[in-house]
């Protein structure tokens, strides 16, 4: 073969592969060239973008601040006009922004710049509990005013009723499931939402619209109080069991069962949360880039600035919030909640909001998500544009959705991910298409490609097999490592699904969360209690954390500010540190079922015990623990003394403590029966404590020696007496005891008890007063009975009986509060004597309330949840627009 040059001159073999070669070095030089500048870009563009993060984080902080200032004007002036409260108040409150100017009718349609608002709007369907909100509706902060009040089912004939927007019902999308039959149907109670809007905005999903009044149906199936004028007597009727009570003289003739109620004189804003949920979610703790943690406890979630120790809160959910996830951009957050005890308004869905202003901007998965959203993560090698889900079905069916496209997002596919519990689910943040699962005898390695999800398990070889993959990260190259219960590491080679590496005994007992840090280098928290430091190539560094017991293990642990760590606990903590400094407590909470609250009679402090036998005394002003005291019971009440130096707790074994309020010292303990102690109760002159049990009876003890001795005088009980030629006939309670309260001048009882009664007792003699109706003009210091005269429209149509848990009246006020089953707070004028009064509804907690309470001064109300362990501190500010409807 002959080759020949350019000018014909032939070429020898030799030179010819030279002359290749030389070709082939200068192509490769220039491909290395190449790639170091895609680096070199690459690497630039990931400064701009940590500096287009921290210049919208700054103008986030700025937006924030701004609204706190407004906010503190607004609250000024409205105190300004009304009673005023102490001046540490404002201070500690933020984003209260005045009634002209919200506009509740819109908001904005999506945080996403370019995006036009969307028409579409949600209807709204007439249901029985009156509500401020449903599950379409939003802006749900806290920061802003309250809600208007609920219409009464008398509205129509109100000559000022509240006109309200139609809405339209958007159509169905074609890719949108179907609702599942079996799923709505366990779903029976209301269970809305309260909320309010940090800044004026366009809404597309819309807020505060009242339920229209009941059809005639419904007022069919519950009987109208009636009311027999000559004796003053009105009967009520719980479950079709009629309850006779006694309108006060004064109000003999005009009193009308159905006629109007006036508005509360005053309205609530969430303005503290205390608590967190780690006892049993993971992955629920972020540091935001505006200095706020975010977290969340019941169906709240709180945004917490510790350095200005300020909270905001978005109240978009109606039910337990169970997992958070924090999108790439850092200023969007997605919350996904289980399904609740409303057919329509409490089904399982995700909630995607903007951090900044609290705006709800989407909506997803109402129909798709069958019982709880058990893990969401954004994707991220994409910049988020797609969000995966996990539903806690028994099929644990995995979703990904272009949460974006659309009010409702768009769901791009769904499948089957195990067969056994799935604990976390994570974007690569190097591949666009891969996701790992990971749970119960499983980590899954999927592959999301033409609309598609391959799915590979993972190979552990002959490496001993984990029962639980407890947590995963992904280092900066992609590798992906992952923990699991035997307290070992792996790492997963980028692209794979067998084991690179593994660390044997990196904890003892399970890795609950793993933490990969920007230069490269690993934290760990396991069930040991212990927070870990590995070097990029998991190697110890040396540092480690030993947390104490008493705040429980390392649930998750996330970067803070600088070189500080924020970890969450199993015992609903919120810890802050670093490997130098101690962690110390940001945020602690109850762990079990809360129902003992007590406010105290003096300074701005209250008292809260439950289950897991703990007593806390918080401090309203500086939001913090003023001291903890383990009782070694489960603790079912509470009450202060007179004077605040003493406090009373009783337990679920009939045992009461008595103990200083200051030096938590315990004076004596006693024993009344053996079943829980329900309801504590001082009388107003301090002479007696009233005990009221659940074996049916009421202690009276005679109180002596500065509330230090106490003497039983006698016994409230049920008795049989029988007189000559007559049959025998019962006195007392025929079931255990709920409410007490005492008469002004500390002379009666009146009482409740589960089978819906109402008795009057003197408590001097220990004796039942039978001619009730001499009780009807009787002055009582407290009104914490739910059934009595002035509580009659505090129940609402249909009620069981039990719905509602505990009431309270204001100390100055004409104000009175509830709590329910349904996780609402109500406020009703004082009295509430007439049928279906007008109230003011408030969301957040997730669980039965168990006991509301108002402080001293009025100033505040606090709220307690039972299996949501949450205690939500309100401010109490006065309803300029309270009148008649």
């Known amino acids: ?53 921290c210049l919208r984080s700054t103008l986030a902080d700025v937006l924030r601040r701004i609204s706190t200032i407004e906010g503190a004007r607004a609250l000024a002036n409205n105190h300004a006009g009304g009673r005023a409260t102490p001046t540490k108040d404002t201070v500690r409150l933020r984003h209260n922004n005045s009634d002209s100017a919200r506009d509740v009718s819109k908001r904005a349609s999506s945080y996403l710049p370019g995006r036009s608002p969307s028409s579409t709007q949600i209807s709204r369907r007439g249901v029985h509990y009156q509500s401020t909100s449903s599950l379409y509706s939003d802006g749900h902060s806290s920061s802003s005013v309250s809600p208007a009040p609920s219409p009464s089912p008398t509205q129509a004939n109100n000559p000022h009723p509240v006109h309200t927007a139609r809405h339209t019902t958007p159509s169905p999308s074609p890719f949108a499931s179907p609702a599942r039959p079996h799923q709505l149907g366990v779903l029976n109670k209301r269970w809305a939402s309260t909320s309010d809007f940090a800044t004026p905005a366009h809404h597309q999903y819309h807020h505060l619209a009242p339920s229209p009044t009941p059809t005639n149906s419904q007022l069919a199936r519950a009987k109208e109080a009636q009311y027999n004028g000559e004796e003053g007597i009105v009967k009520m009727y719980l479950r079709g069991r009629p309850i006779n009570l006694y309108v006060p003289t004064p109000m003999r003739e005009t009193y009308v069962p159905n006629g109007p109620s006036s508005s509360p004189p005053a309205k609530l804003k969430l303005e503290w949360v205390y608590g967190y949920r780690g006892r049993d979610c993971r992955n629920n703790v972020y540091q935001l880039p505006t200095g706020e943690i975010v977290y969340f406890v019941a169906a709240v979630v709180v945004l917490y600035n510790v350095e200005d120790q300020m909270q905001r809160h978005y109240l978009g959910h109606t039910d337990d919030i169970k997992c958070l996830a924090v999108h790439p951009n850092k200023l969007l957050i997605a919350t996904g909640q289980t399904a609740g005890h409303d057919r329509r308004d409490a089904r399982p869905h995700i909630r995607v909001w903007d951090s900044v202003s609290l705006n709800t901007l989407h909506v997803i998965g109402i129909s798709d998500i069958e019982r709880s959203v058990a893990c969401l993560a954004f994707s991220k090698a994409d910049g988020g544009s797609l969000l995966v889900a996990v539903d806690e079905a028994p099929d644990h069916n995995m979703s990904v959705w272009d949460w974006s496209r659309g009010e409702r997002g768009y769901k791009l596919l769904e499948t089957k991910c195990s067969a056994d519990q799935v604990l976390a689910v994570d974007f690569s943040p190097v591949d666009r298409s891969t996701i790992i699962t990971c749970g119960k005898n499983h980590i899954s390695f999927w592959n999301y490609e033409s609309g598609m999800l391959a799915k590979r398990m993972g190979v552990f070889e002959n490496r001993e097999r984990p029962k639980y993959v407890t947590s995963i990260s992904f280092t900066d190259t992609g590798n992906v490592i992952s923990g699991d219960s035997n307290g070992n590491l792996l790492i997963w080679q980028r692209g794979g699904n067998t084991v690179y590496k593994m660390v044997r005994g990196a904890h003892d007992g399970p890795v609950f969360s793993i933490l990969v840090q920007k230069d490269g280098g690993i934290i760990t928290g396991g069930k040991d209690g212990r927070i870990v430091e590995w070097d990029r190539d998991l190697e110890r560094t040396g540092n480690v954390i030993e947390i104490p017991e008493q705040y429980g293990s390392p649930r998750v642990v996330t970067s803070g500010r600088g070189s500080q760590l924020v970890v969450g606990t199993t015992r609903n903590c919120v810890l802050g540190g670093t490997f130098t400094f101690p962690l110390r407590p940001v945020m602690q909470g109850h762990t079990e079922e809360l129902w003992a609250l007590a406010p105290h009679p003096g300074h701005h402090q209250f008292l809260t015990a439950g289950y897991d036998r703990t007593c806390y005394l918080w401090d309203t002003m500086a939001h913090t623990i003023v001291w903890s005291k383990d009782i070694g019971e489960h603790a079912q009440s509470a009450a202060f003394s007179n004077n605040g130096e003493i406090v009373i707790i009783g337990t679920t074994s009939g045992r009461w403590f008595v103990m200083d309020s200051e030096t938590r010292e315990m004076y004596s303990q006693h024993q009344d029966g053996n079943e829980p102690i329900q309801v504590l109760k001082f009388s107003p002159n301090g002479q007696y404590l009233a005990v ?91 009104q914490s009975c739910t059934l009595t005269f002035a509580t009659l429209g505090i129940w609402p149509e249909g009620t069981d009986g039990t719905d509602i848990n505990t009431c309270a009246k204001a100390n100055q006020m004409d104000l009175l509060a509830t709590g329910d089953d349904f996780g609402k707070i109500k406020l009703f004028a004082s009295p509430a004597c007439q049928q279906r009064a007008r109230c003011l509804e408030y969301g957040g907690h997730s669980s039965h309330v168990t006991a509301v309470g108002f402080l001293q001064d009025d100033s505040r109300m606090i709220s307690t949840g039972g299996r949501d362990t949450a205690v939500m501190q309100w401010v109490v500010s006065s309803n300029s627009s309270s009148s008649h409807r």
């Open 1 to 53: 073969m002959r080759i020949e040059g350019e000018n014909g001159a032939p070429v020898s073999p030799g030179s010819s592969a030279a002359s290749n070669s030389s070709a082939d070095e200068m192509i490769e030089n220039e491909n290395q060239s190449l790639r170091d500048r895609v680096a070199d870009l690459e690497k630039k563009v990931h400064e701009q973008t940590d500096e287009i993060m």
């Open 692 to 782: 009221g049990s659940r074996d049916n009876n009421i202690y009276i003890y005679q109180v002596s020696e500065d509330c230090r001795k106490y003497t039983r005088v006698g016994r409230c009980q049920a008795k049989v007496r029988r007189a000559r030629y007559q049959s025998a006939s019962s006195v007392g309670h025929s079931s255990f005891v709920t409410h007490l309260d005492w008469s002004a001048d500390s002379q009666f009882l009146q009482t409740n008890s589960g089978d819906y009664e109402l008795l009057f007792w003197n408590a001097g003699l220990c004796r039942q007063i039978a001619q009730t109706s001499q009780m009807r003009d009787v002055e009582w210091a407290t």
